[in-house]
């Protein structure tokens, strides 16, 4: 059994429990035990947890995936080391809405902790009129994947979560080859 450990990353209010919420609903039959701490205003406050079970394609062993997401407000940000550590991806929800500079300033707060090769960005919030173009962030995220989506509407939450899991099990063979 291999466990996969996916980790949501990005401003407060990026989407990053919408994403979490979605993959609940679409994967009910393979989703269980959820852990999600609240405030009275909805902000996620310690973190978030989403365990999924697949059976990948991969020598047809079982993976289980459990996805988590980081509380997004500053006075968290001591907890964030911990919760990059381990992992086997990380999606960086982008919320369209925002400058590039506060997205950049969210995405930062990973160097020297994750290494890009494990990152996916998910361009989330592509419904608001004044997004900031689809090529302006893949410029920013030279060489990075990016996949558009509207999570508030399950568009992208799907495809993000695959491209995750495609990075965290190249990840892995890289682990199994040289072990
Ligand atoms: N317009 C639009 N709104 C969205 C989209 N995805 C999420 N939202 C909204 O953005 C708000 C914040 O979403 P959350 O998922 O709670 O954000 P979060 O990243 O978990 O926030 P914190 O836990 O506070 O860090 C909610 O009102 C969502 O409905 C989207 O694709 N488009
Ligand atoms: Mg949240």
Request: aromatic share 8%; glycine share 6%.
């Amino acid at each position: 059994m291999r466990e996969l450990r996916i980790v949501y990353h990005g401003l407060g209010m990026a989407g990053k429990t919408t994403n979490l919420e979605k993959l609940k609903e679409i994967y009910t039959d393979k989703a269980y035990d959820r852990i999600h701490q609240q405030t009275n205003e909805g902000r996620t406050v310690y973190l978030d947890m989403l365990m999924l079970k697949f059976q990948t394609r991969v020598q047809g062993l079982y993976v289980t995936i459990s996805l988590f997401s980081t509380p997004g407000q500053q006075r968290f940000k001591i907890l964030r080391p911990w919760l990059f550590g381990n992992t086997s991806a990380v999606v960086f929800v982008f919320d369209s809405s925002r400058s590039i500079q506060e997205n950049m300033e969210s995405f930062h707060e990973m160097e020297g902790i994750v290494s890009k090769n494990k990152v996916v960005v998910q361009a989330n919030k592509r419904d608001i009129p004044n997004a900031i173009p689809l090529e302006v962030i893949k410029e920013t995220f030279n060489g990075i994947p990016v996949i558009p989506a509207v999570a508030k509407d399950g568009i992208g939450v799907v495809e993000t979560l695959k491209e995750a899991i495609k990075i965290a099990l190249t990840d892995e063979e890289r682990v199994v080859r040289s072990s």
